[in-house]
Structure formats: C-alpha cells, structure tokens
C-alpha cells in the first residue's frame, strides 16, 4: 500500500489532537486554584451537553450541519446557555461559599467561548467517525460511544480552559 | 424504538454510575492520581482513535507501537 500524505497526517493528528489537548487537563488541576477551576471546565462541558441534548430532542428543528445530522441549531444555542447558567451558578456559590471575587462576566465569557469549543469537539468526533465509517468509538462506556465519544468536547475546551482559567 | 429506549436507558445508568466517580475523584483526589487517570484515558482513547483507522500503511501503524 502507498504512504499517503493523508495518511500520516490523520495518524499525527490522533496523536496530537489527543495527547495534545488532554494535557491540560492535569496542568488545570494542578494549578493554585486547580480544584476550584476545574470544575469551570467540567460543568461547561456537562451542562453544554445536557442543555443542547435535552433541549434539541424536544424543540430542535433547523438542522445544524451535515456531519452531524441530529444537532439543531436551537440545542446548539441551548447547549450554550446550559454552560452560562452552570458556569455563573457555581461562580456564585464560590463567590458566597470561599468568598472569592471572580467577576461574572468574563466567566459569562469562559461559559460562551467553552460550549463552543466543546461542540465543536463534538463536531469533531463526529466527522473523525463520519470518516471511517464507524458508529461508535468503542463500548467501554455502555451507551455512550466509548470514551472518544464521552471526552470529545472535554479535550477541545482543556487548552482555552486552562489559558481562560490559569490566573484565579 | 424499543432499542433507542434501551440505549437511552444505558446511557443514563452509565452516567448515574460514572458521574459520582468523577466527582469524588476531583473533589477528594490529589494531583498525582489525576495525573494517572488522565494517562490512562488519553491512552485508551488513543486506542479507540486508532482502532477507529486501521486501514493505514503498516509503515504508518507502527507509529502507534509507543502507546
């Protein structure tokens, strides 16, 4: 079989896109405040899918894209007030609870910009399965996709969390 | 449908059952085992990630030799 650029680069690609991005994960934990801002990126994530799932089940109309054919636009933009409403909830225990002083609107801003990273991960998965012809990743999670499928948009949003959230 | 329903169900059972998991590892654990957790489970996703490409050059395989 010839050695395709294609080849190489879709290969490179899981290594990066993977080791690459989850990385950050750690490097958030470990930071001063890591095992209060972890959780910015945990709920972004959670409740970004949450909101767009549930949501876009019930009143998702307007299809969102081709690579995806069950996304709408109406969970799309569910799925970013769900990580608004998640994000500025916990901000408010923090602020109350700690007596932190993290100013709502730029987690507002950290909410919006980590739900859309986070879909588009999900995006991304989408199309590396739309790619190779594949259902599901892999069924160590039941029901779920495998855990590519479960992390997609945990790994997208890890690096932006960590610059976002390296600071408090 | 029944089958949607079924997989509905897993899904839901999973995620009742990994959700206090993860909480109580981030709450209650420590750098070092968040470390290793996340190794794994790059790991394992780098797994199904290839397994997902097997059609490749066997040249373009053997990069995956180190994980």
């Not at chain 1, 019930?58 to 409403?85: D, M």
Request: glycine residues 8%; positive net charge.
């Amino acid at each position: 079989m010839r050695i395709k650029f294609s080849d190489i680069a879709i290969e490179l690609f899981g290594i990066c896109y993977i080791l690459g991005f989850m990385i950050f994960i750690p490097l958030l934990y470990g930071t001063t405040n890591g095992k209060i801002t972890i959780w910015y990126l945990m709920l972004a994530a959670w409740g970004s899918d949450i909101f767009a799932y549930s949501i876009g089940r019930r009143i998702g109309k307007h299809k969102f894209t081709k690579i995806s054919p069950n996304k709408s636009i109406e969970g799309c933009i569910a799925g970013v007030i769900g990580s608004v409403v998640c994000v500025v909830i916990y901000t408010v225990l923090i602020n109350t609870i700690k007596g932190a002083v993290i100013p709502y609107g730029y987690i507002i801003f950290v909410g919006i910009i980590l739900s859309i990273l986070g879909q588009c991960g999900d995006l991304a998965a989408s199309s590396i399965k739309r790619e190779t012809n594949i259902k599901d990743f892999g069924n160590l999670i039941p029901g779920h996709g495998g855990i590519l499928d479960r992390m997609d948009s945990i790994i997208f949003m890890a690096p932006t969390a960590y610059i976002l959230l390296m600071f408090f | 449908m029944k089958k949607k329903n079924n997989t509905n169900k897993t899904r839901i059972i999973s995620a009742v059952i990994l959700i206090p998991i993860v909480v109580a590892i981030l709450i209650f654990g420590n750098k070092y085992l968040i470390d290793i957790l996340c190794s794994i489970l790059a790991i394992l996703a780098l797994r199904e990630y290839f397994n997902a490409n097997v059609e490749r050059p066997k040249e373009i395989r053997r990069l995956r030799i180190f994980f």
